[in-house]
């Protein structure tokens, strides 16, 4: 059966801009590239915000080299963007934005969201590109709760919504540019699912609510990531409680990654020039 690498927690949040308490549970600099193609996972929340009139949330940066994913759970984020795009993302939505040849966006808590408060739970995931791919062309899908196809698992232990790959011929709307699954899964109390990865691919599990035990052995609670090996099978997870996890599997993208802050690149020298494309305004910036 496959190993678990390790299992990964941040006792205490800490904060992006004023407006996402992330837990930061897999990073470019701590995993040593067995988390392959994903490079970082902020867990935002679970948080309740007070009713409000500012702006709360993270303004004008860059980012390049890779891809954004944001999965809204709770509450409601606004994004706006270098390219022109923008909107409004809230519970079921995700966000997939390419940042790619290189862009600057801006992400906050949406007005209305603000004025109401509440709860909010937010995963936002960086996804590694190829050096074929990081001149990618900046991009973002939108994709609406309603787009995200669900699967009832086997016996009924639970349900999966495919965000990106596939499940059991059921297909998420995601495009990639290298192959991988992104599941919300969520199984009942003592049930079971068996996630069966290609061998070589990279396997986790967030979860987000109750605890997993995974192999019948090791167990992985609330704001928890757990990092499997490549190889050994397939690995079988019981809830205890009601619970619910994000699922990444992928194909690793074998290459050298150099993460400075919002770029992620594969040389030191690639780093240097981002910053330098940066600072000349060759990202474009926000309009208006
Ligand atoms: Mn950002």
């Known amino acids: ?12 949040p800490h904060w992006v801009g004023d407006g996402f308490p992330v837990r930061t549970v897999l990073s470019p600099h701590d995993q040593g590239g067995h988390a392959s193609p994903f490079l970082l996972l902020d867990y935002a929340g679970p948080a309740r915000f007070t009713p409000t009139t500012a702006r709360r949330g993270v303004g004008a940066h860059p980012h390049k080299g890779f891809e954004t994913v ?46 109401r408060g509440g709860a ?37 232990a639970g349900t999966l919504r495919v965000i990106a790959g596939a499940w059991d011929g059921v297909r998420g709307p995601a495009r990639t540019f290298t192959p991988m699954d992104l599941w919300d899964l969520r199984l009942g109390q003592g049930r079971e699912a068996t996630l069966a990865p290609a061998e070589g691919q990279t396997l986790a599990l967030l979860v987000r609510r109750g605890v997993i035990e995974m192999n019948g052995r090791e167990t992985a609670r609330e704001a928890e990531l757990a990092l499997f090996g490549r190889e050994g099978g397939p690995v079988t997870l019981r809830a205890r409680g009601d619970a619910a996890a994000l699922v990444l599997a992928g194909e690793p993208i074998a290459e050298p990654v150099v993460a400075h802050g919002p770029f992620v690149m594969n040389t030191a020298e690639e780093i240097d020039a981002a910053m330098r494309e940066y600072r000349e305004g060759r990202f474009g910036a926000l309009v208006g």
């Open 1 to 12: 059966m496959r190993q678990i690498l390790g299992i990964y927690g941040a006792p205490r």
């Open 70 to 115: 944001t999965i809204v759970y709770a509450g409601e984020v606004e994004h706006r963007d270098s390219t022109g795009a923008g909107g409004i993302i809230g519970p079921g939505d995700v966000q997939w934005m390419t940042a790619g040849a290189g862009i600057v966006h801006e992400e906050f808590h949406s007005p209305a969201f603000a004025a």
């Open 120 to 156: 909010f739970e937010v995963v936002q995931l960086w996804v590694n590109l190829p050096a074929r791919h990081k001149g990618a062309v900046p991009a973002y899908q939108s994709l609406a709760a309603a787009s995200i196809p669900e699967a009832v698992l086997p016996g009924g």
